[in-house]
């Protein structure tokens, strides 16, 4: 089982950063995917960008440029880094581990960005 734990979302103006985190705990294997996906209101849930163990990342085409997933091994915590927000960024974010069959998420923290 792994537990995840996001936080960071917020109320952001247009233009602005956010940092959202996600902490893993539990039975963390190596060789695992961590990653972002958001899911606004009446719209499917959508990948924002992953991470491999190794470091391999994959953007959305979207937010290549804005943002930037990165993670501590050490602290079992993964992070996006969201700049030049936009008001269609606004979604529920949600954390996501992988590994083999096994794929778990986190409870979603809200990102709003006003106009």
């Known amino acids: 089982q792994v537990h995840l734990v996001e936080s960071g979302g917020g109320l952001v103006q247009a233009g602005g950063s956010l940092r959202l985190s996600c902490a893993a705990s539990g039975s963390i294997f190596s060789s695992n995917v961590m990653g972002w996906y958001r899911q606004a209101p009446g719209k499917q849930r959508e990948l924002v960008a992953t991470i491999t163990s190794g470091g391999s990342t994959d953007y959305a085409d979207s937010m290549k440029g804005r943002f930037t997933i990165s993670r501590d091994h050490a602290k079992n915590t993964v992070y996006l880094q969201m700049n030049s927000l936009k008001p269609e960024d606004t979604a529920v974010y949600y954390c996501?581990?992988?590994?083999?069959?096994?794929?778990?998420w986190g409870q979603g923290t809200q990102v709003t960005v006003s106009s």
């Open positions: 996501n581990y992988r590994w083999g069959l096994y794929n778990y």
